[in-house]
């Protein structure tokens, strides 16, 4: 069974702070990884992903991997009101057509 | 504009009755794909669609089936709705492994 593990929160993190986003999957087979940003009432909206070990940055977000850990990690520097939503985190298994595997999400509060 | 579109965004009905959901994107994608978020926010895969395989996860009833007219849609026919089907379903498309989801349909069972 294919799992993804996120903290539900909410956490809350002072505006302008970096708010640190984790997650962990079960499935050893994974090859991809994703951020996906929800508001209330909409649909998942994509804002990362990564296929390698280490670091990547796009913008105020930087997303990590560690596959020998089975762990992802979303950073959101200078944190805004406008990122408060649920993050979720999704894993893929490589496979052509395969979907994706979410956690349950973190809901994200940005304190002004 | 709009690159995966999914009609209608609210449906209501009552159980029993038999319902579709449509999708289309303008991506130029291969790959199609259903999910499901139940109440609690869970987003789960239902299907996933190309031309050359459908894959159905295994907990999906057969009362839910994909229908895809050509590369650019994918439908979702629901039989004998139920009160549990009461859920947003989103479909999502791919070329790689990125997907991009559509505004969802809102279902409500009463």
């Known amino acids: 069974q294919k799992e993804v593990e996120q903290n539900s929160g909410p956490l809350s993190v002072p505006e302008g702070a970096i708010a640190s986003l984790n997650c962990t999957y079960s499935d050893r087979g994974s090859q991809s990884f994703f951020w996906y940003r929800q508001y209330s009432g909409k649909s998942p909206e994509l804002i990362m992903f990564i296929y390698s070990n280490g670091d990547k940055e796009d913008g105020r977000f930087t997303a990590q991997l560690n596959k020998a850990s089975q762990y992802v990690s979303l950073l959101i520097r200078d944190s805004q009101p406008s990122d408060s939503a649920t993050y979720l985190c999704a894993a893929h298994s490589g496979g052509g057509a395969d979907g994706l595997t979410f956690g349950k999400g973190t809901h994200l509060i940005i304190q002004p | 504009d709009t690159a995966v579109s999914q009609t209608p965004k609210y449906l209501v009905t009552q159980m029993g009755n038999d319902k579709s959901i449509k999708c289309e994107q303008n991506?130029?994608?291969?790959?199609m794909y259903w999910y499901k978020q139940d109440s609690k926010k869970f987003l789960k895969i239902m299907f996933s669609?190309?031309?050359?395989?459908?894959?159905i996860n295994e907990t999906v009833p057969n009362r839910f089936s994909p229908k895809s007219p050509d590369k650019a849609h994918l439908n979702l026919h629901i039989n004998s709705l139920e009160l549990g089907d009461s859920a947003v379903y989103f479909c999502?498309?791919?070329?790689?492994?990125?997907?991009?989801f559509g505004p969802g349909t809102r279902l409500t069972v009463t």
């Open positions: 991506l130029g994608h291969d790959t």
């Open positions: 669609y190309n031309n050359k395989e459908l894959i």
């Open positions: 999502a498309s791919s070329q790689v492994h990125e997907q991009y």
